[in-house]
C-alpha cells in the first residue's frame, strides 16, 4: 500500500514509504517468504530501509473488503504491553471533502503524544480506501489519546453522525517480534 505524508492520515502521497500488510497461518511461513519470495528480493534491493513487525491478533471488528483478516490470537503474552493499531476505511464518495477536511484538526492532539513510538497513514487507494497504522507502549495510552483528546473524540462522534465510511475495520495487536530499524532506529528495543 502507499502512505501519505507525515504522519495520520494524509491525502498528499509518500512516495518514499509503503507498506505491506500480510496475515500469515504460521510465523514459518511469513519467515520462508520474506527469505525467499523474489518480489521481496527486489524491495530489499530498491529500499534503502525494510522494518517488519510480527504481531498477533489481540481483537478486530468490521470489515476490510467485505471480511475480517484478522482472528484472535490465544497466545498472547500478559508481560507484553506493546500494542499497535490497525484502523482502515472506505470513505463514502459524497462524504470525501467533509471528511479529509477534519483530518487535520482530528489529528492535532497526535504528534508526541505520550506512548505514541510512530503512526503512519497507509492506503489501497489514494483518498477512498485509507488506513492508519499505530504503534503504542501500552493500551493506557491508545485510550488516552483516543477518549481524552477532545479533537478525536469528535472525530468518533462525527463518524457516527455522518457515516463517512461505507466500510470500516478497528483491530489491535500485540507486536512480539521486530526486524529492521526506521529512520535508522529500532522502534522496539530488546524485540527480536
Known amino acids: 500500500m502507499g502512505s501519505g505524508r507525515g504522519m495520520g492520515f494524509n491525502p498528499l502521497p509518500d512516495f518514499s514509504t509503503y507498506g505491506l500488510v500480510q496475515v500469515w497461518d504460521d510465523e514459518a511461513s511469513a519467515n520462508d517468504f520474506f527469505q525467499k519470495n523474489e518480489i521481496v528480493k527486489k524491495y530489499k534491493k530498491q529500499s534503502h530501509e525494510i522494518w517488519t513487525l510480527y504481531m498477533k491478533n489481540i481483537a478486530a471488528h468490521g470489515a476490510w473488503s467485505g471480511a475480517n483478516p484478522f482472528q484472535k490470537s490465544d497466545a498472547l503474552d500478559s508481560n507484553n504491553e506493546h500494542i499497535a493499531i490497525i484502523t482502515r476505511a472506505r470513505i463514502k464518495v459524497g462524504k470525501l471533502y467533509k471528511f479529509?477536511?477534519?483530518?487535520?484538526?482530528?489529528?492535532?492532539?497526535?504528534?508526541?503524544?505520550?506512548?505514541l513510538i510512530y503512526t503512519k497513514g497507509i492506503g489501497e487507494i489514494p483518498i477512498i480506501q485509507m488506513a492508519t497504522f499505530s504503534l503504542w507502549t501500552d493500551l493506557a495510552?491508545?485510550?488516552?489519546?483516543?477518549?481524552?483528546?477532545?479533537e478525536h473524540k469528535e472525530a468518533i462522534n462525527r463518524t457516527k453522525k455522518l457515516k463517512w465510511y461505507s466500510e470500516e475495520l478497528f483491530s489491535r495487536f500485540q507486536p512480539y517480534k521486530s526486524i529492521g530499524t526506521w529512520t535508522g532506529e529500532q522502534l522496539l528495543s530488546g524485540f527480536d
Do not use: C, I, R
Not at 103 to 108: G, I, W, Y
Open 141 to 150: 495510552s491508545v485510550k488516552k489519546f483516543a477518549y481524552e483528546s477532545k
Open 100 to 115: 479529509w477536511k477534519y483530518v487535520p484538526t482530528s489529528q492535532k492532539q497526535l504528534k508526541n503524544h505520550e506512548g
